[in-house]
């Protein structure tokens, strides 16, 4: 049976609590990186609410776009993949998340963010088959609510404002504004005075309530909680909109309507002036919030929490348990609708999507302007080329390939660590090339076997310096830089607009830039870019990664590991990377003849594909591609069958 909904309001307090505490530190790495494009947040319900609560914070914080959108909008209207995507549920369970996060996940957004209240789950299984999303648990302590979302609505929203606030504004405005929120939970007094207030609205069937920015969250969810429990008609305006045209409801309405008015510091003057225009027999009541502006949507969200109550106890309707009639619940568990394939000349899904991939253009466009049947026998060279190959050995990029860029200071995850143990057994040779330093040497040797060390080589700072890995005295970690960075690193140290935001690490051969906090990656390059352009140095290289911006000297290249392989082997070389398209720091990596992508590719049509299965990238796809690997006879085969 369900939980009557007082039981539920009284575990508020804790709830709250629970979310000061919880660790939300994934939790912001995801915000920062949804914070370098515009979002979509989706949700059904009452996670619907939720995904309110997360565009909003988005758009307050980042100043970029975000939308909202079910399910059935999000399956329906593809966008670019850039666009971070954000799925948000409770449960985890229901079919139409769920069909949702399979056709989104086949689409490979950029970020693929599921928020989820319920670790053993169908959504979380999901989301673990996809490495590449951003899977984050958050289950509150009062389990699962009853018929209405409550207590794992305000978990959502303030792990999410926590981490936004957090990570944008600052960890001492999340405190002060939890102290707030804390404070209004346990006056009683005041809750007493707002429920006498809305007390006059309930003798009519209709309420109509007004709001600002900062109080929409509040208003957003009443308008789902009063339709889903059927506690009565409730219309929803802000203060500006309700005059244009919204108003003429109380023209002809008037004596079946009252008003429910939520006041933030920034509407106090605008609502006054609103309220004084209407009629004065219309019962109303005006709940006035004194807290900072990123407080609001999170105090707003519980007073209509609690108004719920209030209504549902006047109209004798438990919002907890309203009853569900059985075609509602057949109307619950009916399916999204199948999303109509494309009928593009291509032989396989999997086709379809290394075209698109590599082309960046969808099938639709490529076949419209006469373009498709040259991707198509492009691709269908490059796989006939890589299965006719012998391979002496394999060279890999580390970061965002052998290991999660999320985790890129843990070794190896077992999976990828089997593989390599596998190739190195068979007698293939193996080589690393890296933009970092001994860090590398240090994780792979604790999850490699030692009598395998002498048979794989690394390549340190993007190729500066080159040794075994068994050899515990490379690289030079030494600080200062050789003598051609030496005048560049002293002109990025002394840039007024780095130092501010960007750590810089100079290194003999290499200078490293990352950012300090939230930065757009094209901002740091563009930064870093400028330096460079000023000191008109024409021998040194700039390259970007994940995580940060390399300059190194000339000569120093990923290359300089493929040349090393050469000279100790016959065969070919198989190279994969991550960061295939110009400027990333595998663009030389992947040139080679027969290079392979688990993430961006260049628009060489001859090579760097990504031939990954659909909704995979970075670690998963590079597992993918090694299981492709035959030893036969002294090299190495890759059986292209295997990633269909």
């Not at 305000?154 to 600052?170: D, H, I, K, M, N």
């Not at 308008?223 to 203060?239: H, M, R, Y």
């Not at 290194?507 to 390059?525: D, S």
């Not at 663009?587 to 299965?613: G, H, I």
């Amino acid at each position: 049976m369900a939980k009557s909904y007082a039981t539920e309001m009284a575990k508020l307090a804790d709830t709250f609590a629970w979310a000061e505490t919880t660790d939300v530190e994934r939790l912001r790495v995801a915000v920062r990186t949804a914070g370098l494009s515009s979002l979509r947040a989706i949700g059904s319900g009452g996670s619907l609410t939720s995904a309110h609560v997360l565009a909003g914070l988005h758009q307050q914080w980042t100043g970029r776009l975000a939308a909202v959108a079910t399910p059935l909008e999000a399956v329906s209207e593809p966008l670019d993949p850039g666009i971070a995507t954000w799925l948000l549920s409770a449960g985890g369970g229901n079919v139409d998340i769920l069909r949702a996060f399979n056709v989104l996940a086949s689409r490979e957004p950029r970020q693929l963010g599921v928020l989820c209240g319920k670790s053993q789950s169908a959504l979380a299984d999901a989301a673990r088959e996809h490495s590449f999303a951003d899977l984050l648990l958050y289950e509150p302590p009062a389990g699962k609510d009853g018929f209405l979302a409550t207590n794992s609505l305000l978990a959502f929203a303030a792990v999410l404002t926590r981490a936004y606030v957090s990570e944008f504004g600052g960890n001492d405005r999340w405190i002060e504004g939890a102290a707030a929120i804390e404070r209004l939970l346990k006056n009683n007094t005041i809750w007493a005075d707002w429920e006498l207030q809305c007390s006059s609205l309930w003798g009519r069937g209709t309420t109509l309530v007004l709001h600002g920015t900062s109080t929409r969250i509040g208003a957003v969810d009443l308008e789902s909680k009063f339709t889903e429990a059927a506690l009565g008609n409730l219309q929803v305006a802000d203060f500006r909109n309700f005059a244009h045209g919204r108003h003429h409801w109380l023209a002809k309405r008037a004596d079946a309507t009252g008003m429910l008015v939520f006041v933030g510091p920034e509407d106090a003057d605008l609502a006054k002036r609103t309220l004084a225009q209407i009629p004065p027999e219309i019962p109303r009541a005006v709940l006035t919030f004194d807290a900072q502006e990123s407080t609001l949507p999170i105090i707003s969200l519980i007073c209509a929490l609690r108004i719920t109550g209030w209504a549902g106890q006047a109209r004798n309707i438990d919002p907890g348990r309203p009853g569900v009639p059985e075609f509602g619940r057949k109307l619950y568990n009916l399916p999204l609708p199948r999303i109509v394939g494309s009928k593009m000349p291509y032989a396989s899904i999997q086709q379809a999507t290394a075209i698109a991939r590599k082309s960046g253009i969808s099938l639709e466009r490529l076949f419209a302007r006469g373009e498709l049947d040259r991707w198509k026998k492009a691709l269908v060279a490059f796989k006939g080329r890589l299965a006719e190959a012998a391979f002496q050995g394999v060279i890999l990029d580390y970061d965002g390939t052998v290991v999660d860029n999320r985790n890129r200071f843990e070794p190896p995850h077992q999976e990828i660590v089997a593989e390599l143990i596998r190739l190195a057994e068979s007698g293939a040779r193996l080589a690393i090339a890296t933009g970092r330093g001994a860090s590398v040497r240090r994780d792979l040797q604790k999850c490699l076997p030692q009598p395998l060390w002498s048979r794989i080589l690394i390549g340190y700072y993007n190729g500066a310096e080159i040794a075994g890995l068994d050899d515990n005295h490379t690289p030079d970690g030494t600080e200062g830089t050789c003598d051609a960075l030496a005048q560049l690193a002293k002109a990025l140290r002394t840039q007024p607009e780095l130092i501010d935001v960007a750590t810089q690490t100079d290194r003999r051969f290499q200078i490293t830039l990352e950012a300090k906090c939230f930065l757009p990656e094209n901002r740091l390059w563009d930064l870093a870019h400028e330096v460079l352009l000023m000191t008109a140095l024409d021998h040194v290289k700039i390259t970007r990664s994940s995580h940060s911006i390399d300059i190194v000297s000339e000569g120093v290249s990923k290359r300089n590991v493929i040349e090393r392989m050469r000279t100790e082997g016959s065969g070919w070389l198989l190279t994969i990377g991550d960061r295939g398209r110009w400027p990333g720091n595998d663009y030389e990596l992947l040139r080679e003849p027969y290079a392979l992508s688990v993430d961006e590719v260049s628009v060489d049509p001859q090579t760097c594909w990504n031939l990954a299965p659909v909704g995979q990238r970075g670690v998963a796809a590079t597992v993918a591609y090694l299981k492709c690997l035959r030893p036969v006879g002294e090299h190495l085969r890759f059986d292209v069958s295997g990633l269909a």
